[in-house]
């Protein structure tokens, strides 16, 4: 067992856990924060995609372990009781449909939003299409959630 | 995933240390490729040392035209790099081609040459660079240091620390990723140095992991344009054959990638 300590949306997260706990596990089963999805379990899908001190990384090939003293954030930990700019958008432009894949897309949206604004670049639909690599719907397909990043990006610009 | 040991290493000392007083135990840097890995069940270590903790291992360095770059440097602070994208932009082309965001936030190049996969973008990119890869014991040539699927000169228990080079006058990268999973069905590296002489390395296309192609260098050596490729014979003896292509599709794609890789630099 190894004793881990963290920062999950905001509040001290602290528990003893098996060594190879994955971190969408100890987010998931420890402390039943069970938005973070687990899709393909394989690095592909990007249903598990948190954020790790402000980065988007793929909670199910991180250890719980290695996110020792990180602030980690979840779809959970999005919102403060309104909805995130980019989940109004998700729900305004039909952005999912069965939505198991939809935690990860717009964890990785506001990731990506954060970046290009950060540096200063244009995030174009085929940014968008690019930068959504790793997050994959089986269902909906990508038009209605390009279109919801590229009204949540304008959303979090206004808001 | 099996049972295993996490441990934390605070220095490269500590790391060596903990991973010689381990049964069967691995070093963990971004552990993209090993954790995947150890879920699957091919590989099961004892003990996992993770060099996240320590200091000093991540960060590029360009100072005229020498590139240091830390072995836990992330794939996403290659790309992002504005020094690297100036001194050689092929190399942060490369670095953002990798995976996907969620992957380059996490994954690193002293991680993905250590693993030496054969279809990885780095190890071409470093082959052609003519780098050099720094441990904790030695300094190793790029051609020296990959010595075939999944393996490399690195002894047990040696680190990486940072990877050097001389940029190039010119270079470009370009691949024909798998659709899936992003990694190179074959991907080509060309390299221009100050001299003239040209280094090619391909990956993603050998049965034996990333290597220089000696035609291609000759006929870029001779004259560096994307047209000086369409004269060169590209044999498929020796390239890898599998459900997504054979060696006959791969020797084609290798002349395309280096066409693109040449118009790119």
Known sequence: MTEISMTVNGTAARAAVPDNTLLVEFLREHLRLTGTHVGCDTSQCGACVVHVDGRAVKSCTMLAASAEGARVTTIEGLSNGELHPMQVAFKENHGLQCGFCTPGMIMTATDMVARYTANGRELSEKAIRHELEGNICRCTGYHNIVRAIQDGAAKMASS | ?265
């Open chain 2, 1 to 265: 995933m099996y049972d295993l040991n996490y441990h934390r290493a605070t220095s490269i000392d500590d790391a060596v240390a903990k991973r010689a007083a381990a049964s069967d135990g691995q070093f963990l840097a971004g552990g993209q490729t090993l954790l995947p890995t150890m879920k699957h069940h091919l590989a099961a270590p004892s003990d996992l040392i993770d060099l996240r903790g320590i200091a000093d291992l991540s960060g590029v360095k360009v100072s005229d035209k020498r590139v240091t770059i830390g072995a836990m440097t992330t794939h996403a602070a290659v790309a992002g790099n504005a020094e690297l994208a100036k001194a050689c932009p092929a190399l942060t082309v490369l670095a953002g081609g990798i995976g996907d965001p969620a992957v380059r936030h996490q994954g690193t190049i002293g991680g993905s040459i250590a693993t030496n996969d054969p279809a990885a973008d780095y190890p071409a990119g470093l082959l052609a660079l003519g780098a050099t890869i720094h441990t904790d014991k030695r300094a190793i040539a790029a051609d020296e240091f990959f010595t075939g699927l999944f393996s490399t000169a690195l002894e047990d228990g040696e680190i990486i620390t940072s990877i050097s080079f001389e940029a190039p006058a010119q270079c470009g990268y370009a691949k024909f990723p798998n659709p899936a999973s992003r990694y190179a069905m074959t991907g080509v590296f060309a390299a221009r140095g100050a001299d003239g002489k040209v280094r090619v390395a391909v990956t993603g296309a050998g049965a034996d992991g990333v290597f220089r192609h000696q035609g291609l260098e000759d006929a870029l050596s001779a004259d560096w344009s994307a047209s000086a490729v369409d004269g060169v014979a590209v044999s498929a003896d020796g390239l890898m054959s599998d459900i997504h292509c054979d060696a006959a599709y791969r020797a084609n794609l290798i002349k395309t990638m280096a066409r693109r890789a040449v118009a790119a630099a």
